[in-house]
């Protein structure tokens, strides 16, 4: 059994690293405005920790081998967009240039109740380019590659394109498991601060 920390990039690496474990990445996305939240939703305290934090920490608890964060935050290693005002896309394609090939799972900074157990699931979805939860973008399993990369930067580099998540997965081909309804509520974005309060209560 090996617990390990990346000292030469400072990124959370404290995954159990046993011989039959799945090596998977993780990624935050957290280089968003939070306009219609007011302030910063990373910054926001989530059970004594930034949300920012809180994800990071549910990745490593999942089993992420290296967890790499989107957006201007130093002190956790962030990527700031290489392209401005590409969204969770272009947060993405900029962590995705950086990291090594293999499978990541991609979680959003605001979705505070998301839980181990689910990012597991998607974890077993091997073999293919993007795995989901029915109709939720996020949490995905994405197997970064060339290839992905590649799509990627068309969908960057196309004015014309949409530029999102979804249109990601479509041109990727996604796998779509099922969600139980009581899981439902465990994707629940906090982009609103009343959306927030209904989490926290």
């Known amino acids: 059994m090996r617990w390990g920390v990346s000292r030469a990039s400072g990124r959370c690496s404290h995954a159990w690293r046993g011989p039959a474990a ?10 968003g405005l939070s306009s219609r939240m007011g302030r910063d939703k990373a910054m926001l305290l ?19 081998r290296e967890v790499w964060v989107s957006g201007n935050y130093p002190a956790f290693s ?13 947060g993405l394609h900029s962590v995705a240039m950086r990291m090594p090939d293999g499978p990541a799972w991609v979680v959003p900074v605001d979705t505070p109740r998301l839980s181990a157990g689910l990012l597991q699931r998607l974890g077993l ?11 939720e973008p996020l949490p995905m399993r994405l197997q970064i590659d060339d290839h992905c990369r590649r799509v990627l930067q068309a969908l960057i580099d196309d004015p014309a394109a949409r530029r999102s998540l979804r249109a990601l997965q479509e041109r990727l081909g996604v796998t779509r498991l099922p969600l139980a309804p009581g899981d439902r509520a465990l ?5 609103t601060p009343s959306e927030w309060e209904s989490a926290a209560s």
């Open 125 to 135: 979805a091997e073999g293919t380019a993007c795995a989901m939860f029915a109709d």
């Open 46 to 64: 989530w059970q004594g920790r930034t949300l920012l934090e809180h994800m990071r920490g549910l990745l490593t608890q999942a089993g992420a």
């Open 187 to 191: 994707l629940l974005n906090c982009n």
């Open 22 to 31: 799945v090596s998977i990445n993780g990624i935050v996305l957290a280089g």
């Open 78 to 90: 962030g990527i700031p967009d290489r392209v401005a005002g590409c969204g969770p896309l272009g």
